[in-house]
């Protein structure tokens, strides 16, 4: 039986703060797996309350803390409201060792602590569910950072959030007199980047079309459709289109539509010797729409490239 369990907050129709084009949800489910996989490679048992990103709500959510068996419970978070700094939260009826414990280390890892705190509801209980609806598993509540302040700036470096991560293991280490060992290095590094994602109309019925053709028309969508996203613009005519993931193509024109963009991680490997000199791909396409489109995601993807006839 676990004695720990991962609580990922929000997730699914709940995305938590928002800004800066980061959704908490994501965060939140990267924090909860990271620390769970690593507690289980230092023979710390771990459980989850979610490992993909799902809707639940307090009491579904509360239930599982309350059936793993465990004894204490990791709420990850990131926090929104203009502050600055990690704060953890513990239940008005723990003595918040733990809680203070997890935000030294974290400090330490390049996080400032803005509070250790408790806070009782009207009833005189806890005032967040998580520590009024977990029962007698310890529950602390982490908050990472702020996405709506100079905190995002640190935060959106992967590397910077995985050492606040591993600061949460090493303070459960250290609790559980377990000895913390590093992650072993990695060949690849990681950078953030915002891709496109989604097309919004935003004007009455608008056509979608079947090719790069304004007269190939293929149906309507109205004002509010959200449709996937396949790549960046393109130039059609006088003007531009964007590619959907279903094949079909709209007008890239903003008085008709917004573009909506995600943030993704991009593991990259880490630079070449000096030594390694320059080397060259060849890719081959059967017409030249085609090698355009290869060349665009060629450049989306951070290469140099260029086109001729063969």
């Not at 690593?38 to 459980?47: D, H, K, P, T």
């Not at 390049?110 to 029962?135: A, C, E, I, N």
């Not at 606040?164 to 060949?187: D, F, N, Q, R, T």
């Not at 293929?218 to 005519?237: Q, R």
Request: aromatic share 10%; hydrophobic share 30%; proline share 3%.
């Amino acid at each position: 039986m676990a004695k720990w369990i991962q609580d990922p907050g929000h997730g699914g129709t709940q995305p938590g703060a928002v800004a800066n084009g980061q959704q908490e949800k994501e965060w939140t489910l990267e924090a909860a797996l990271y620390v769970d996989k690593r507690l289980g490679e230092l023979g710390v048992n771990s459980v989850m309350t979610r490992s993909t990103d799902k809707t639940l709500t307090s009491v579904p959510r509360t239930d599982i803390v309350k059936s793993s068996g465990a004894k204490y419970c990791l709420s990850h978070h990131f926090n929104a409201g203009g502050g600055k700094g990690a704060e953890t939260i513990h239940s008005i009826f723990s003595n918040g060792k733990l809680a203070k414990a997890i935000a030294d280390e974290i400090a330490k890892a390049g996080m400032p602590t803005r509070r250790v705190f408790s806070r009782k509801g009207s009833s005189g209980s806890d005032y967040y569910f998580m520590h009024r609806l977990t029962g007698s598993v310890e529950t602390v509540i982490i908050e990472y950072g702020f996405l709506d302040s100079s905190d995002y700036n640190k935060l959106k470096d992967k590397n910077l959030r995985i050492k606040l991560y591993e600061a949460v293991i090493k303070a459960v280490c250290e609790w559980e007199g377990v000895k913390y060992v590093s992650p072993k290095s990695s060949s690849t590094s990681s950078e953030t980047k915002k891709v496109l994602d989604k097309i919004q109309v935003v004007t009455g019925a608008l056509w979608t079309y079947n090719s790069k053709d304004w007269d190939d028309k293929y149906k309507t969508y109205k004002n509010g459709t959200k449709l996937d996203a396949s790549g960046s613009k393109i130039k059609v005519g006088g003007g531009y289109m964007y590619k959907l993931s279903n094949g079909k193509y709209i007008t890239a024109n903003t008085k008709y539509v917004k573009p909506i963009y995600k943030t993704v991680e991009i593991e990259k490997p880490k630079p070449a010797k000096k030594d390694d000199g320059l080397y060259k791909v060849q890719v081959f396409a059967g017409s030249k729409e085609g090698a355009e489109e290869i060349l665009e995601k060629l450049e989306d993807a951070g290469f140099g490239g260029f086109m001729y006839k063969a």
